[in-house]
């Protein structure tokens, strides 16, 4: 039954969000303070309006910005007599920066990486790695849920929309009180369980003030 389904569909979102919310928000601001630069002009085209493979591209980003730093440091503690002595399995920043650029369609910019440099300070105080890995994990999950929510809704704004104010397309005959109390109460229980989700309920209000 539709008013089942949704009530299951709607329990299931709240139970993720309980568990995961807030420390999803938690993680959001320090990928935003201490990250990569994740505002929409700066991604590329092929993440933007994708929040998933967003965090996905930040996370291969901030791997490379890693790997340069440390190179950098490698290559600023070199004392190797005649010059640096370079070796191929540490200097992995050209391969990385390639993929990127090969799976996503841009690499990242030079005032990228020096955002990056800049927020050093506050990347000392947190685990990006754990905060970035956190979003990749469960924000799927959240997106999953939430959509099944969506579905359920639009199954029920179909249903009512096609009933409308006549119980006759439910072959209930009006004329018998019990059939009409039956009617009253399943709309009712239905439009209780709808109404627990903030969009839904303006939709609600709007069919109201239509009729």
């Known amino acids: 039954d539709l008013g089942m389904q949704l009530a299951a569909d709607q329990a299931a979102f709240r139970e993720w969000q309980s568990a995961h919310e807030h420390k999803i928000q938690i993680a959001q601001t320090v990928a935003t303070l201490c990250g ?32 340069c730093d440390f190179e950098e440091a490698q290559i600023g503690s070199n004392t190797v007599p005649g ?30 990486a020096q955002a990056w440099k800049d927020r050093h300070k506050w990347r000392r105080e947190v685990d990006l ?28 704004q ?23 109390l039956y009617l009253q109460t399943i709309m009712l229980n239905l439009q209780i369980i709808y109404a627990q989700d903030s969009a839904a309920n303006a939709w609600l209000a709007e069919q109201e003030a239509n009729t």
């Open 36 to 67: 990569a630069e994740s505002e929409a002009e700066k991604l590329p085209a092929a993440v933007r309006g994708d929040a998933l493979r967003t965090h996905q591209y930040l996370s291969e980003v901030e791997a490379y910005f890693e790997q």
């Open 83 to 112: 010059g640096l002595l370079l070796l191929p399995d540490v200097f992995k920043s050209p391969d990385m920066r390639r993929a990127i650029q090969a799976r996503y369609g841009s690499a990242p910019t030079d005032e990228a």
């Open 129 to 156: 790695s754990s905060a970035r890995q956190y979003l990749l994990q469960h924000l799927p999950t959240g997106d999953k849920r939430l959509q099944q929510v969506r579905d359920t809704q639009s199954d029920f």
């Open 158 to 180: 179909l249903w009512a929309t096609h009933i409308g104010t006549d119980p006759f397309k439910l072959f209930i005959d009006t004329t018998r009180p019990t059939q009409l």
